[in-house]
């Protein structure tokens, strides 16, 4: 297909998601996105946010996320010159989607650890020594609903998994974390298998030394447990219990630390476009899973 048929079509059918594209054309993603961003009658425009992902088979460890793939399929608006009315409509349109599908996993992830709670025998003496934060996607308002295999069961799950860390104080005894550590896996395993949701909660448990032996920031398992300690926001459970871990953070540098490597990722991926661009033919699958996306698009929680 030609740069000509590709803009026919966006002269037909007017502004599409990248992945709305490929349906149209049937190419193969990284010659579409390639062909359109050589197009000088193509316009690009990008909903959503970039934002520091932790990756152990990086350098350094540090690039952004979304991937080139997944940024040009979910979150990029293709159009041409002469459409840019029609660009800005729909772009605020998607825009409000994604905030909603946010929005709604938010509330779903709340709920949820509600529910789980509420089924605990002495609820009221355990929740003042935890508190649980929700970090990933939800934070950044960057959610989606784009089907994928969760890790263990390889069910396809709705898109963006809830992030969830619980934070639970020293002295909690023994027995009452591992009433929480079950009532939540049990919410987790329904949210899974059941047909009207099909959410992954991807979640940890750990107390305060757990929590201070990672802000060392001294392994890839502690730099990315300190980046969603930085990241998370307060989910459900004690507010005190929530300051208490965010002034931690700050007191050991971790925003400093991550705003270093946030602008590493920026750069290497100012070279991965300019890379991309300046190749012919396909891609060698080295090059796809280095430059243009990644095995995975998620990240563990440590």
């Given at each position: 297909?030609t740069?000509?048929?590709?803009?026919?079509?966006l002269?037909?059918?007017?502004?599409?998601?990248?992945?709305?594209?490929v349906?149209?054309?049937?190419?193969?993603?990284?010659?579409?996105?390639?062909?359109c961003?050589?197009?000088?009658?193509?316009?690009?425009?990008?909903?959503?946010?970039?934002f520091?992902?932790?990756?152990?088979?990086?350098?350094?460890?540090?690039?952004?996320?979304?991937?080139?793939?997944r940024?040009?399929?979910?979150?990029?608006?293709?159009?041409?010159?002469?459409?840019?009315?029609?660009?800005?409509?729909?772009?605020?349109?998607?825009?409000?989607?994604?905030r909603?599908?946010?929005?709604?996993?938010?509330?779903?992830?709340?709920e949820s650890?509600?529910?789980?709670?509420?089924?605990?025998?002495?609820?009221?003496?355990?929740?003042?020594?935890?508190?649980c934060i929700?970090?990933?996607?939800?934070?950044?308002?960057?959610?989606?609903?784009?089907p994928?295999?969760?890790?263990?069961?390889?069910?396809?799950?709705?898109?963006?998994?809830?992030?969830?860390?619980?934070?639970?104080?020293?002295?909690?005894?023994?027995?009452?974390?591992?009433?929480?550590?079950?009532?939540?896996y049990?919410?987790?395993?329904?949210?899974?298998?059941?047909?009207?949701?099909?959410?992954?909660?991807?979640?940890?448990?750990?107390d305060?030394?757990?929590?201070?032996?990672?802000?060392?920031?001294?392994?890839f398992?502690?730099?990315?447990?300190?980046?969603?300690?930085?990241?998370?926001?307060?989910?459900?459970?004690?507010?005190?219990?929530?300051e208490?871990?965010?002034?931690?953070?700050?007191?050991?540098?971790?925003?400093?630390?991550?705003?270093?490597?946030?602008?590493?990722?920026?750069?290497?991926?100012?070279?991965?476009?300019t890379?991309?661009?300046?190749?012919?033919?396909?891609?060698?699958?080295?090059?796809?899973?280095?430059?243009?996306?990644?095995?995975?698009?998620?990240?563990?929680?440590?």
């Amino acid at each position: 297909m030609t740069d000509g048929d590709i803009i026919h079509i966006l002269e037909e059918a007017g502004p599409l998601t990248g992945a709305e594209l490929v349906d149209r054309t049937r190419m193969e993603v990284y010659a579409l996105w390639h062909a359109c961003k050589r197009s000088p009658a193509v316009r690009f425009e990008i909903i959503g946010k970039r934002f520091l992902r932790l990756d152990r088979v990086v350098q350094g460890y540090a690039r952004l996320s979304p991937s080139i793939r997944r940024e040009f399929l979910t979150y990029t608006l293709v159009g041409l010159e002469s459409q840019t009315e029609e660009i800005s409509r729909k772009s605020q349109t998607l825009r409000e989607d994604i905030r909603r599908i946010s929005r709604d996993k938010l509330t779903l992830a709340r709920e949820s650890i509600a529910a789980a709670v509420a089924t605990l025998p002495g609820k009221e003496a355990i929740l003042p020594a935890v508190c649980c934060i929700i970090a990933g996607d939800i934070t950044y308002e960057m959610s989606h609903l784009v089907p994928r295999p969760e890790k263990s069961t390889g069910e396809l799950v709705r898109g963006s998994d809830l992030d969830i860390i619980v934070i639970v104080e020293n002295d909690l005894p023994v027995e009452a974390a591992r009433m929480l550590d079950k009532a939540i896996y049990k919410k987790k395993h329904y949210l899974l298998v059941h047909p009207d949701y099909r959410e992954e909660i991807d979640y940890i448990l750990k107390d305060f030394n757990r929590v201070m032996e990672q802000l060392r920031f001294d392994t890839f398992e502690s730099m990315v447990a300190c980046k969603i300690l930085d990241e998370g926001e307060f989910l459900y459970g004690s507010s005190s219990v929530f300051e208490a871990v965010k002034r931690l953070v700050a007191e050991h540098g971790i925003r400093e630390r991550l705003r270093e490597m946030e602008t590493q990722a920026i750069n290497s991926r100012c070279q991965a476009e300019t890379r991309l661009l300046e190749l012919e033919g396909d891609l060698s699958e080295s090059e796809a899973y280095h430059l243009f996306y990644t095995r995975e698009e998620g990240e563990e929680i440590y």
